[in-house]
C-alpha cells in the first residue's frame, strides 16, 4: 500500500515537530504490514525561509523516505486541486490521507467555493488513479470560531458539503471516505496555538484516520500510540 498525505499546516508541520505523519507511519510500521509513503516533498514548514524546507524533525530518526508529503502551509484545496493529478501520475499512491478547508475558509473561499474544489481535488486524482482510494477529514475549527460565529458556520457548512461529496462519488472502485472528528479532540488541550496540532493532537488526527480505513476497509488495525 503506497500512501499520500495531503494537507495544510497542520499537516505539513513546522521545525521541531513529530508531526501526524510521523505518528501514522509508526502506527503503520507497527502494524506490520508492507507499504511505503509517497509524495513530491519531505519537509517541515521552516519560518525564515517561509517554505516546508526544514529537515528538522522531532525525531531525528524519522527516515528519510517515510517523510514525503503533499502538504504545505497556507495551502488548501484551491492550490493543490489544480496539481494532485500531476502527483497522483508521479508518485502513484494507492491512498490519500486528506485534511485540507480549514486555510481555505479563513484566507481563500467560502464554504460553497472550497467544496467545489473538493469536487476539482477528487476528479483530478481519479483521472490520475481510477482506482484510487481517499480519506477525507472533517474540518477541525480553530480558536477563529469561538470568535467569529460565521467562520464557525462556514466550517459545519463546508463538513456538510464534504459528507454530500464523499455520499454522491463513492464508487466501489475509487472509495472515499469522510473519516470522524478525532474522538475528544479539544483545540486547547490538543493543539498549542489553538490551531496547529501539539503530540497530543497528532496521535488524535493519526487514529481518525487509521480507525477509519480498518472499519471501512478492513485495512491495517485500530490505532495504538507508538
Known amino acids: 500500500m503506497r500512501y499520500l498525505f495531503v494537507g ?14 510521523y505518528r501514522m507511519w509508526r502506527h503503520l510500521s507497527a502494524v506490520g504490514d508492507r ?10 514548514y521552516d519560518r525564515a525561509a517561509d517554505a516546508a524546507v526544514s529537515p528538522d ?33 508521479e ?6 490521507l486528506v485534511s485540507l478547508g480549514l486555510i ?11 467544496a467545489q474544489n473538493v469536487e476539482r481535488f477528487i476528479a483530478g486524482a481519479r483521472e490520475a488513479a481510477p482506482r484510487l482510494r481517499m480519506v477525507l477529514l472533517p474540518v477541525i475549527p480553530n480558536t477563529r ?7 464557525a458556520d462556514q466550517c459545519a457548512e463546508l463538513n456538510t458539503l464534504m459528507a454530500k461529496a464523499v455520499a454522491d462519488h463513492d464508487t466501489p472502485a475509487s472509495p472515499l471516505l469522510l473519516a470522524s472528528r478525532p474522538e475528544g479532540y479539544d483545540i486547547l488541550l490538543d493543539t498549542y496555538d489553538g490551531t496547529h496540532p501539539n503530540a497530543a493532537g497528532e496521535h488524535k488526527l493519526a487514529a481518525a484516520f487509521a480507525d477509519a480505513m480498518y472499519q471501512a476497509w478492513g485495512v491495517g488495525e485500530p490505532y495504538a500510540e507508538q
Open 104 to 114: 481555505d475558509l479563513g484566507f481563500y473561499t467560502d464554504a460553497g467555493q472550497t
Open 35 to 44: 507499504f511505503s509513503v509517497v509524495g513530491p516533498r519531505d519537509g517541515l
Open 57 to 89: 524533525y522531532a525525531d531525528p530518526s524519522f527516515p528519510q523516505h517515510a517523510r514525503r508529503h503533499l502538504a504545505g502551509w497556507g495551502e488548501g484545496w484551491l492550490h493543490l486541486a489544480p496539481v494532485i493529478g500531476d502527483v497522483v501520475r
Open 145 to 151: 470560531a469561538d470568535l467569529d460565529p460565521g467562520f
Open 91 to 96: 508518485h502513484r499512491p494507492d491512498v490519500l
Open 8 to 21: 495544510d499546516s497542520m499537516t505539513v508541520g513546522a521545525a521541531g515537530d513529530y508531526t501526524w505523519r
